[in-house]
Antibody, heavy 116, light 107 residues
Framework: EVQLLESGGGLVQPGGSLRLSCAVSGIIFKTYAMSWVRQAPGKGLEWVSAITGSGTSTFYADSVKGRFTISRDNSNKTLYLQMNSLRVEDTAVYYC?????????WGQGTPVTVSS | AIQMTQSPSSLSASVGDRVTITCRASQGISNDLAWYQQKPGKAPKLLIYAASKLQSAVPSRFSGSGSGTEFTLTISSLQPEDFATFYCLQDYNYPYTFGQGTKLEIK
């Protein structure tokens, strides 16, 4: 069974930092490109970032470029999202997902709240 | 970044109805378009990929069409479990972009 389990979400003040993790099992992790997608309360889906299977290439939405960093540890089958200089508008549920179609896999999401 | 314009933003329909949702891309994206269904509090579920290919285990009442800049998702006969929010996603190039979503409600 494929499982993606996000962690690391929580409450942080504007300007602060947070690192999200996504532990993956049930797939050959290193062969999968991975993505982060977020959803602000009551809003639509927003693609945030992606990373190739080897980790050599990364991609970002304009809204997070320069503030967020995606990375992965293929030995430990874990995806990360380092979020710096957080803004109120970054408040959302953050999902990790395999960047594969057909047959993508998603986590259950971890909530991030940026508020003073 | 490629912009995806999805319409309508909301739709009211009855069980058994045929419904169509449209996505337009700001530039040509070949057939690199996926459709997702999302229910409240749940992760999105892939329905259609490559514009018209049905994801495994998705009912055949769902279909997709289009290429280039205009795409449609059709549900041929709405079932009670279909009421949800639907999103298109262009995966032609990074940064990927979602449409704004279509909330499908029961009439």
């Amino acid at each position: 069974e494929v499982q993606l389990l996000e962690s690391g979400g929580g409450l942080v003040q504007p300007g602060g930092s947070l690192r999200l993790s996504c532990a993956v099992s049930g797939i050959i992790f290193k062969t999968y490109a991975m993505s982060w997608v977020r959803q602000a309360p009551g809003k639509g889906l927003e693609w945030v970032s992606a990373i190739t299977g080897s980790g050599t290439s990364t991609f970002y939405a304009d809204s997070v470029k320069g503030r967020f960093t995606i990375s992965r540890d293929n030995s430990n089958k874990t995806l990360y999202l380092q979020m710096n200089s957080l803004r109120v508008e970054d408040t959302a549920v953050y999902y990790c997902a395999t960047d594969t179609r057909p047959g993508d896999y998603w986590g259950q999401g971890t909530p991030v709240t940026v508020s003073s | 970044a490629i912009q995806m314009t999805q319409s309508p933003s909301s739709l009211s329909a009855s069980v058994g109805d045929r419904v169509t949702i449209t996505c337009r891309a700001s530039q040509g994206i070949s057939n690199d378009l996926a459709w997702y269904q999302q229910k409240p509090g749940k992760a999105p579920k892939l329905l259609i990929y490559a514009a018209s290919k049905l994801q495994s285990a998705v009912p055949s009442r769902f279909s997709g069409s289009g290429s280039g800049t205009e795409f449609t998702l059709t549900i041929s006969s709405l079932q009670p479990e279909d009421f949800a929010t639907f999103y298109c996603l262009q995966d032609y190039n990074y940064p990927y972009t979602f449409g704004q979503g279509t909330k499908l409600e029961i009439k």
